[in-house]
């Protein structure tokens, strides 16, 4: 009897302690790798016409151009273009999950899309991420519904969409819950980027040595 205890209590520890660890664990990522872009990428920002990210995204971007300037290389994000363009409910959630089974599809409609970094604000719910198409030479970011937690929270939701362009860039993540780039295998936290002032969260040392590497100084598109 007391085997069976014993038993049970490290199962169901066991058990809550995945539940708890994958609740904020997971987001997204395929980046492009550490070899960076060898073009500016023209951005496609989808999304109703009145969505109120639309700013966020705007800022997300700034935020990583600003960034490139300060490390001295001449990449940027390139011309962004809206698009009210509508894509279909099941497909950002199905490429949401074929994430995580590695099913790389690109449907057909999003591939016709003129930009090389397509960015979509969805309304739909699923787990916000960011995909690399290399032989499509595409790059698709989904944002999941804002209306959901912590995408409800004050400066979450510039952070999150920060955070996806920052593996469309090449980065991957760190394990510091203080950092842009935190995620797997430590917890992705987007509710700690909660702030009643808008700003984005640092890279790591790391990361700027990285960004460096994939876009030096004497950076040109290929
Ligand atoms: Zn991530």
């Known amino acids: 009897m007391n085997r069976i205890k014993i038993f049970l209590l490290v199962f169901i520890s066991l058990l809550l302690t995945c539940t708890l660890q994958n609740k904020y664990a997971m987001d997204d990522v395929l980046a492009l790798g550490q070899s960076g ?33 300060q490390i001295g290389t001449s990449f940027r994000l390139g011309s962004v273009t809206h698009t009210a363009e509508k894509i279909p409910a099941n ?32 309304d739909e719910t699923f787990i916000s991420f960011e995909y690399g198409f290399p032989s499509k030479g595409k790059v698709l970011v989904g944002i999941k519904n804002q209306k959901i937690f912590p995408l409800t929270l004050p400066n979450v939701t510039r952070n999150v969409i920060a955070h996806e362009l920052g593996h469309a860039i090449g980065l991957g993540h760190n394990s510091d819950p203080t950092k842009l780039m935190c995620g797997r295998p430590a917890s ?30 004497n950076w040109k598109p290929i």
């Open 37 to 69: 872009w060898s073009k500016v990428p023209s951005v496609v920002l989808v999304s109703p016409e009145n969505d109120s990210r639309i700013q966020a995204a705007y800022e997300a971007i700034n935020f990583w151009n600003q960034t490139f300037a």
């Open 91 to 122: 497909q950002m959630v199905s490429l949401s999950r074929g994430i995580f089974v590695n099913q790389r599809n690109l449907p057909e409609n999003i591939q016709k899309m003129p930009g090389d970094l397509i960015l979509v604000l969805s």
């Open 188 to 217: 992705y936290r987007p509710n700690l980027f909660e702030s009643e002032q808008a700003r984005f969260f640092p890279l790591s040392e790391e990361e700027i040595i990285t960004l460096k590497k994939m876009h030096p100084p």
